[in-house]
């Protein structure tokens, strides 16, 4: 008797220990049926490839939510199955649907893992975005002000007024039609002129320092009496260093390399 108890016993404990893995393997028991560990695995992964992106943290309490989460559409599944409807076509055409989503989406992630953008391709880009920054040899940039006025009468009037001594800034504040600009007196600040549209340009390159137009020069804006306050040779802009905008770049470029990838297989798909 005391052999059986000690068999039974054992049996009991051996029992226990087979079935507590199997058991660390669910999130939960939903009406009998496990919930597999799995299923919390792939939604806390898509949670965080998602904050990656976006460069956002996760926060700690999310890990507890994810668990509900997974529980209640446990519990939805249930009775979505009970009534029947895993057989209609409306619910098989969005699961085609969903299963063609998510393969591709395995198929962009394994591209990106197996193309990912190199630091020696970033750096060059970079260098190469930084270049076509610099200014053109003999560029010049202008400070310049202008008034705007609808009218080519009410320019040549503006022109007439200051040769007769009135003042550019005053007028540009009463008159000019650039909400902008106009209540600074018609300050434009520094700039190139491929800046300005190519009737503004044209204008302000023929123009020295302290000169203006002599006419009133039309754009699709308007007409514009403008003139010129000081001009230097152009310089470059200033740029973020590699290391501060590296992070952007890659991300950028993984887009560009990924979106060739699909216009290649595209190409290359024979569809009849």
Do not use: C
Request: charged share 30%; net charge neutral.
């Amino acid at each position: 008797m005391k052999k059986q108890l000690l068999a039974a016993t054992a049996a009991a404990l051996l029992a226990g220990a087979v079935a507590l893995p199997a058991f660390a393997q669910n999130v939960a028991i939903v009406n009998g049926k496990p919930v597999p560990k799995a299923r919390l695995d792939a939604l806390e992964g898509q949670i965080r490839a998602q904050a990656a992106r976006t460069g956002q943290p996760v926060p700690p309490e999310v890990q507890s939510q994810l668990r509900e989460e997974i529980i209640a559409r446990e519990i939805f599944m249930q009775e979505a199955q009970r009534r029947g409807l895993e057989a209609s076509p409306d619910y098989r055409a969005k699961m085609e649907l969903a299963r063609q989503s998510v393969l591709i989406g395995e198929l962009f992630a394994d591209f990106e893992e197996n193309a990912a953008v190199t630091d020696e391709e970033a750096k060059a880009e970079y260098d190469r975005i930084v270049g076509a920054q610099a200014p053109a040899a003999g560029a010049r940039e202008y400070k310049a002000r202008h008034i705007l006025v609808e009218k080519e009468d009410d320019a040549k009037a503006v022109i007439a007024q200051i040769k007769k001594g009135g003042k550019f800034e005053d007028i540009a504040k009463k008159q000019s039609k650039d909400p902008g600009s106009g209540a600074q007196g018609g300050d434009l600040g520094w700039a190139n002129p491929s800046g300005y549209v190519p009737e503004f340009a044209n204008a302000l390159g023929k123009l020295n320092k302290g000169q203006m137009t002599d006419a009133p020069v039309k754009s699709q804006f308007g007409w514009h009496v403008i003139r010129v306050d000081d001009v230097r040779d152009a310089k470059a802009p200033d740029v973020p260093k590699f290391e501060d905008v590296k992070p952007q770049l890659v991300q950028q470029m993984q887009q560009q390399k990924l979106a060739r990838f699909r216009e290649e297989l595209r190409a290359k798909a024979k569809v009849e």
